[in-house]
């Protein structure tokens, strides 16, 4: 025992000390919330959509990054062990490569990209929705049926109707409304540097299959309400396309950002460009500089974020050092606390649609967002905050309203979501268009349930003899896997589910051993741990709703594992001490495994390498591991 704790102990010292050298002068720190090329293509079709003329030099560096990501085969994938490459995001990097000027369709890399495109249906296969919005704004293809069969006239039906637009998840709305809006006037924008792809299709209209019987029973749904709007048809669609308008710019944020995510920005102004705004317009000139404004430069290039995960790798790396006995008296943990209680929200966002009566405290994700908290930025920044607030009272106040907000926030089924309350509406998740089964609501999930949990118990005192906190713990013992396992929808996926939801459990229930479910779950990730003694497992596990392993172990899953298991053994175990080596192992490590995504956006369609997450998870499960058995 001595020997492997003498051995954390040092790997801890490293991994903190590093850490503190890495902080910003105002407490921060700021680590890459890296999401592909997605984002960098779409930011370059924009600025030359926009004929922006000053931008060159941040065009070479995204169509660099770009063609570097391409693989030998001429595709782009979202994750290294992404089988046939990834058709909607190939043809997104074509199309951004083309409109840099850098590129022609004679070179070499896009005649590559040429032949994978056509061999997988050609252009019309595109099945992501951004993809198609992008390629019809761009006067490429026509607007899918999909979209243009949804009425705008949607977002005039009172709350009392079934299907109206506040019953689809807040990230829905904010990428829906600037679509509807361009879909129903067929908006098309075409300038000197739009390409031309009859390269890549193979047929001129593709057609689409006629809507499945759930789709079309959530369509006539959907028309029954809207017949039933009192007024002229030509005044109540002029009436929704002003709504939606007004939707877009009642959520921008200082910084020009539509919510604080770039590619709902990009439609954003593309939508704006469709009503008639010119394109010097100061909206339209606050939006580009928000977009630019994410941009950060990796070792692989400059890339743009979707949103900057500031606030939240802040907030962990904050409680991470406390953890690793930093007290909150050191000069990093105030620089760090303070920053993050200036940027507690305090003012209503439309999570108060469905949760209207409590006072604003939560937190989001990066710091231009002061209007669309979520539940689990909320607890890491309360993890960050709680000893400052048993002595300050400016802490404690800012505690006990993060406290409040997150516990009004528990879903009517007990678990918790990650941004509004009881956004849960199956019918929604019908929507002819991909992706929407996980992005049109925002149900009770796992991992939200799990961390909440792990928050409550270990830092609120709270335990499971406490209704609320019994219902979340039945939340998640219903919706555990036969296998043991539960499925996270914010990292991947099936290893991270379990960590969550273990940790979580372990930390309300009084005796542990009394909950089959906690020895179920302990006993999956025995049987999955890879025989070098970590954890590793695919992206691909997300879209086919079943573990998938990776073949190789990752930094931050084994650690998710690690952690999850120290928080069920009340002594070490040979495969925990494997474990803990694999980790340290790992962290000194370079090959491709340490910089796989483990983090989720929408299944098939968006991932995330947090250049964060080898610091902090690993510093918090050594650090757990040592606090609990090095004693």
């Given at each position: 025992m001595g020997n492997i704790i003498s051995e954390i102990n040092e790997e801890i010292q490293r991994l903190a000390s590093n850490v503190v050298r890495q902080q910003y002068p105002d407490g921060s720190w700021r680590y890459c919330f890296e999401n592909g090329v997605s984002i960098d293509a779409y930011t370059i079709i924009l600025i030359r959509v926009l004929e922006i003329e000053n931008e060159e030099a941040l065009i070479r560096q995204l169509h660099d990054r770009i063609l570097g990501a391409q693989h030998p085969e001429g595709h782009w994938q979202w994750y290294r062990d992404e089988k046939n490459g990834n058709l909607s995001l190939t043809v997104e990097a074509y199309c951004a490569l083309l409109f840099s000027r850098f590129s022609r369709t004679s070179d070499a890399p896009l005649q590559k990209a040429e032949r994978y495109i056509r061999s997988q249906g050609g252009l019309g296969k595109t099945a992501n929705i951004l993809t198609r919005c992008m390629l019809a704004a761009t006067g490429q293809t026509k607007w899918p049926l999909s979209l243009t069969s949804i009425p705008l006239e949607m977002l005039l039906l009172p709350d009392s109707f079934p299907i109206n637009f506040f019953e689809f998840s807040g990230y829905s709305r904010v990428h829906l409304a600037p679509i509807l809006i361009m879909a129903h006037r067929h908006y098309s924008a075409r300038t000197g540097d739009t390409p031309e792809l009859d390269a890549i299709r193979t047929e001129r209209s593709p057609s689409e299959a006629r809507p499945s019987r759930g789709v079309q029973e959530w369509l006539d749904r959907l028309q029954v309400g809207v017949s039933k709007l009192i007024g002229a048809p030509k005044a109540l669609h002029e009436s929704a396309l002003a709504k939606a308008e007004k939707f877009m710019r009642d959520r921008i944020e200082a910084d020009g950002t539509l919510y604080s995510y770039a590619s709902c920005t990009f439609l954003m102004v593309l939508a704006f460009l469709s009503l008639g705004y010119g394109k010097r317009h100061p909206l339209i000139t606050q939006a580009v500089?928000?977009?630019?404004?994410?941009?950060?430069?990796?070792?692989?290039?400059?890339?743009?974020?979707?949103?900057?995960?500031?606030?939240?790798?802040?907030?962990?790396?904050?409680?991470?050092?406390?953890?690793?006995?930093?007290?909150?008296?050191?000069?990093?943990?105030?620089?760090?606390?303070?920053?993050?209680?200036?940027?507690?929200?305090?003012?209503?966002?439309?999570?108060?649609?469905?949760?209207?009566?409590?006072?604003?405290?939560?937190?989001?994700?990066?710091?231009?967002?002061?209007?669309?908290?979520?539940?689990?930025?909320?607890?890491?920044?309360?993890?960050?905050?709680?000893?400052?607030?048993?002595?300050?009272?400016?802490?404690?106040?800012?505690?006990?309203?993060?406290?409040?907000?997150?516990?009004?926030?528990?879903?009517?089924?007990?678990?918790?979501?990650?941004?509004?309350?009881?956004?849960?509406?199956?019918?929604?998740?019908?929507?002819?268009?991909?992706?929407?089964?996980?992005?049109?609501?925002?149900?009770?999930?796992?991992?939200?349930?799990?961390?909440?949990?792990?928050?409550?118990?270990?830092?609120?005192?709270?335990?499971?003899?406490?209704?609320?906190?019994?219902?979340?713990?039945?939340?998640?013992?219903?919706?555990?896997?036969?296998?043991?396992?539960?499925?996270?929808?914010?990292?991947?996926?099936?290893?991270?589910?379990?960590?969550?939801?273990?940790?979580?459990?372990?930390?309300?229930?009084?005796?542990?051993?009394?909950?089959?479910?906690?020895?179920?779950?302990?006993?999956?990730?025995?049987?999955?741990?890879?025989?070098?003694?970590?954890?590793?497992?695919?992206?691909?596990?997300?879209?086919?709703?079943?573990?998938?392993?990776?073949?190789?172990?990752?930094?931050?899953?084994?650690?998710?594992?690690?952690?999850?298991?120290?928080?069920?053994?009340?002594?070490?175990?040979?495969?925990?001490?494997?474990?803990?080596?694999?980790?340290?192992?790992?962290?000194?490590?370079?090959?491709?495994?340490?910089?796989?995504?483990?983090?989720?956006?929408?299944?098939?369609?968006?991932?995330?390498?947090?250049?964060?997450?080898?610091?902090?998870?690993?510093?918090?499960?050594?650090?757990?591991?040592?606090?609990?058995?090095?004693?």
């Open positions: 500089r928000g977009l630019i404004g994410m941009s950060f430069r990796t070792e692989d290039g400059t890339t743009i974020q979707n949103s900057p995960s500031t606030v939240w790798d802040t907030a962990l790396l904050a409680y991470a050092l406390q953890e690793a006995g930093a007290t909150e008296q050191y000069p990093e943990i105030r620089k760090a606390s303070s920053y993050l209680l200036e940027l507690q929200h305090r003012k209503p966002g439309d999570w108060t649609w469905h949760n209207p009566n409590p006072v604003p405290g939560g937190w989001g994700f990066s710091e231009t967002n002061t209007i669309n908290p979520d539940v689990d930025d909320t607890t890491a920044a309360l993890r960050a905050i709680q000893k400052l607030a048993r002595s300050d009272s400016t802490y404690r106040e800012s505690w006990n309203r993060g406290l409040n907000w997150v516990l009004s926030m528990q879903n009517r089924d007990g678990g918790w979501p990650a941004f509004e309350r009881n956004v849960d509406q199956q019918l929604l998740t019908l929507v002819a268009i991909e992706g929407a089964k996980s992005a049109a609501i925002d149900p009770s999930e796992a991992d939200l349930t799990g961390r909440t949990l792990e928050y409550l118990g270990s830092f609120a005192g709270l335990n499971e003899r406490h209704g609320f906190v019994k219902k979340a713990v039945d939340w998640l013992n219903d919706h555990q896997e036969e296998d043991g396992s539960w499925y996270g929808r914010w990292g991947i996926c099936y290893i991270y589910g379990t960590w969550a939801a273990l940790t979580g459990l372990t930390s309300v229930t009084d005796s542990p051993k009394r909950h089959d479910s906690i020895r179920k779950g302990a006993d999956w990730l025995l049987r999955i741990q890879n025989d070098d003694g970590g954890w590793g497992e695919s992206c691909s596990s997300d879209r086919q709703r079943r573990y998938v392993p990776l073949g190789k172990s990752t930094p931050s899953q084994t650690a998710w594992a690690i952690d999850a298991l120290v928080s069920v053994y009340p002594e070490p175990t040979p495969a925990l001490n494997q474990g803990i080596r694999r980790l340290i192992a790992l962290l000194h490590d370079n090959d491709w495994p340490t910089s796989y995504p483990t983090g989720a956006g929408l299944p098939g369609h968006f991932y995330v390498r947090y250049h964060s997450y080898n610091s902090i998870w690993p510093l918090l499960a050594l650090s757990h591991y040592r606090n609990k058995y090095g004693k």
